[in-house]
């Protein structure tokens, strides 16, 4: 089954994939694709031209919770091109809870800002938020916003910057299907909050289906905001119930594994021991360690937080500058201890080497 057909299929039907038939083919298609996955990063396929730097801009970021790794790390690459840009940057922290994200969401408003950032916030929960400040005429652009990349105009966003939501899903989901050769216990880790979030784990649940006698052990739907007291205790009921028919863990983000290494170490489980951790996001500085070191997290399909901070502030500038988004959506990457030191794994990040950040400085400059 080809991607496209396989990405169609969730899209225009979900529910005949809740169940679906086990695959001759789908051990050998999950090995090759987690092959395609962990290769070198490409070289540069984005934009190399666009508008020059409109000059004093204001930008704010607001993250969902300064916590989750991912969003803490595109605010920090967000005001490194700020500053490169020369554009004012400021810092709002959501904490993890609809209350503060709503309250931030005040605060930037208020200040009157060129650009607000949604970082991990879904949209649809501040959709009223957002139509008030569309109507200001402040541009409004999304990370992990929507279950999707790209403009999302019912929702006022210019853009969406992720990579592809169902390619990150079937990375993650690809590598326990093969490595068992299609016989995994799974037990898949999401967050009802985050539209995206539901989305990549319906798909590796999917996948996992579909991977001749792989099964999803438990759907664990447990908000990640409070992983610090929920995981140590759920791991280890989880433990208890299905004892070494847990091969593997799959969660939409690194931030699950955080606290359950813990709960499996005092049940004598090694760090290289199942269940293995695999995640489908965000990739983490404390996940690339775990993996590095082989201490409770197999892989992580990383996005490339530096470059989306970079292509969030170009995106902005098009906005400003009456233009279309880029249509840019970065590839994925799996990240295994096999490949862990290319494309910025020693920095403990995902930051692919196709001098990007040159390249739109050069655009900003009007060169």
Avoid at 258 to 272: C, E, Q
């Amino acid at each position: 089954m080809g991607t496209r057909i396989w990405q169609l299929l969730l899209v225009i039907a979900p529910s005949l994939l809740l169940a679906p038939a086990a695959r001759a083919d789908a051990v050998s298609d999950a090995r090759a694709f987690a092959a395609k996955m962990s290769a070198p990063a490409a070289p540069w396929a984005g934009p190399t031209t666009g508008p020059k730097a409109l000059p004093g801009k204001t930008i704010v970021y607001i993250s969902t919770d300064q916590n989750n790794g991912g969003a803490r790390g595109v605010g920090e690459s967000v005001k490194e091109a700020a500053d490169a840009i020369g554009w004012k940057y400021r810092l709002l922290d959501g904490q993890g809870s609809v209350s503060g994200r709503t309250s931030a969401m005040s605060q930037a408003i208020a200040t009157k800002p060129d650009v607000i950032v949604l970082g991990a916030i879904d949209a649809t929960e501040q959709s009223s938020a957002l139509e008030d400040a569309a109507k200001q005429g402040i541009v409004l652009i999304g990370w992990h916003a929507v279950a999707h990349s790209g403009p999302a105009p019912k929702l006022s966003l210019f853009t969406n910057i992720t990579t592809d939501p169902l390619e990150v899903a079937r990375a993650a989901a690809s590598l326990p299907c093969a490595e068992t050769n299609g016989k995994a216990g799974v037990v898949i880790f999401t967050d009802s909050t985050y539209e995206i979030a539901v989305r990549k784990a319906r798909a590796m649940e999917a996948l996992i289906k579909e991977c001749g006698d792989s099964k999803v052990l438990e759907f664990v739907d447990t908000p990640l905001a409070e992983s610090s007291t929920r995981m140590p205790q759920l791991t280890t009921s989880l433990l208890q119930k299905y004892g070494k028919s847990w091969t593997h863990s799959l969660s939409i983000n690194d931030l699950t594994f955080d606290f359950m290494a813990p709960s499996l170490a005092a049940a004598g489980i090694p760090g290289d021991g199942a269940p293995l951790a695999v995640s489908a996001g965000d990739g983490s500085g404390a996940a690339f360690q775990r993996i590095r070191q082989k201490e409770y997290q197999q892989a992580t399909v990383a996005e490339p937080l530096r470059l989306h901070g970079w292509q969030i502030v170009d995106e902005a500038n098009r906005a400003l500058s009456k233009q279309k988004d880029s249509g840019f959506v970065a590839p994925a990457h799996l990240f295994t201890a096999a490949n862990i030191g290319s494309d910025g794994g020693p920095k403990d990040n995902y930051d692919p080497d196709n001098n990007y950040a040159a390249i739109y400085k050069k655009i900003w400059a009007g060169q």
